[in-house]
């Protein structure tokens, strides 16, 4: 009796071991799938496509994709979009530092109301902003200007990042800021030289949260940039998809293309990105 009790909770085990492998395997279809069929669908013709889409290409037809790195426009959108990213990520970041660090280890009045309202910015839709955002920056004369897109992406990542800041800043415990003190730090350069260290993996975190935000971002390029040479991969990918409607495979290879940077960055800051979010996790 007392093996077959042993017996039962082990098979359990096992038995949810191999059910959480088959979801996982499961989701990770719903992903590999359509990068797979993107990626031989590059390598075809339309008629190919049509006739043998989920099999391998015959004949292969590189062109589709030598075409268009052979492309200035290509490389000029690339430019664009990690220029953007770039820049959105560093002034979100330096300012949501700045700003969580004051709302996680100074105490004034209206604190937490002030942290109220940046958390509110979390239920701010961006497309009900759209369109006063683009009359202010028709004022501003920030229309096909890449700051008219850097400028309300930083904006709009304030919140996210000051909220998962301001945990990771209130759980350093107040001795290791006493020390400083004591040693002759001021405020400032404990949060530069002390707190921003030992803050690494969730300014990790949300710097890869910033720039996938901003790479991935169509509505307001759309609405900002008229001029073509302005242009991010996002735009780019849906003015070739309507210059090239009836080539499919040609398009295929363009979003193929398209995402290879993203998943790059996100391949190499995948650790990080992990490692911050259960970091904040486990101190909060």
Same mark, same amino acid.
């Given at each position: 009796?007392?093996?077959?009790?042993?017996?039962?909770?082990?098979?359990?085990?096992?038995?949810?071991?191999?059910?959480?492998?088959?979801?996982?395997?499961?989701?990770?279809?719903?992903?590999?799938?359509?990068?797979?069929?993107?990626?031989?669908?590059?390598?075809?013709?339309?008629?190919?496509?049509?006739?043998?889409?989920?099999?391998?290409?015959?004949?292969?037809?590189?062109?589709?994709?030598?075409?268009?790195?052979?492309?200035?426009?290509?490389?000029?959108?690339?430019?664009?979009?990690?220029?953007?990213?770039?820049?959105?990520?560093?002034?979100?970041?330096?300012?949501?530092?700045?700003?969580?660090?004051?709302?996680?280890?100074?105490?004034?009045?209206?604190?937490?109301?002030?942290?109220?309202?940046?958390?509110?910015?979390?239920?701010?839709?961006?497309?009900?902003?759209?369109?006063?955002?683009?009359?202010?920056?028709?004022?501003?004369?920030?229309?096909?200007?890449?700051?008219?897109?850097?400028?309300?992406?930083?904006?709009?990542?304030?919140?996210?990042?000051?909220?998962?800041?301001?945990?990771?800043?209130?759980?350093?415990?107040?001795?290791?800021?006493? &020390?400083?003190?004591?040693?002759?730090?001021?405020?400032?350069?404990?949060?530069?030289?002390?707190?921003?260290?030992? &803050?690494?993996?969730?300014? &990790?975190?949300?710097?890869?949260?910033?720039?996938?935000?901003?790479?991935?971002?169509?509505?307001?390029?759309?609405?900002?940039?008229?001029?073509?040479?302005?242009?991010?991969?996002?735009?780019?990918?849906?003015?070739?998809?309507?210059?090239?409607?009836?080539?499919?495979?040609?398009?295929?290879?363009?979003?193929?293309?398209?995402?290879?940077?993203?998943?790059?960055?996100?391949?190499? &800051?995948?650790?990080?990105?992990?490692?911050?979010?259960?970091?904040?996790?486990?101190?909060?």
């Amino acid at each position: 009796m007392s093996g077959a009790r042993h017996a039962r909770p082990k098979a359990i085990i096992r038995f949810r071991g191999a059910l959480l492998q088959v979801i996982a395997l499961t989701l990770a279809s719903f992903v590999i799938v359509p990068l797979v069929y993107g990626v031989l669908g590059g390598f075809k013709d339309t008629s190919q496509l049509s006739t043998n889409a989920f099999g391998l290409p015959d004949p292969w037809v590189p062109e589709n994709y030598t075409d268009i790195l052979a492309s200035d426009t290509f490389w000029r959108q690339l430019w664009n979009s990690t220029f953007i990213a770039l820049a959105t990520t560093i002034l979100v970041v330096a300012a949501s530092a700045l700003a969580a660090f004051v709302l996680a280890r100074f105490s004034f009045r209206g604190r937490e109301l002030l942290f109220t309202l940046f958390a509110t910015g979390l239920m701010f839709p961006f497309a009900v902003a759209i369109l006063p955002l683009f009359v202010l920056l028709r004022m501003f004369g920030l229309l096909d200007n890449p700051l008219g897109v850097i400028l309300p992406q930083v904006a709009f990542g304030l919140p996210m990042t000051i909220i998962i800041l301001r945990g990771f800043f209130r759980s350093i415990p107040i001795e290791i800021e006493e &020390a400083a003190i004591i040693d002759g730090c001021s405020p400032f350069g404990f949060f530069w030289r002390i707190l921003l260290p030992m &803050a690494r993996p969730a300014l &990790a975190t949300v710097s890869v949260l910033a720039i996938v935000s901003s790479w991935n971002n169509f509505m307001l390029p759309l609405v900002v940039f008229n001029d073509p040479n302005l242009w991010t991969l996002p735009l780019g990918v849906q003015q070739f998809q309507g210059q090239y409607s009836s080539e499919t495979a040609k398009v295929l290879a363009y979003v193929v293309l398209a995402m290879i940077p993203a998943l790059g960055f996100y391949a190499v &800051a995948e650790r990080q990105l992990i490692s911050g979010l259960t970091a904040g996790a486990i101190k909060g």
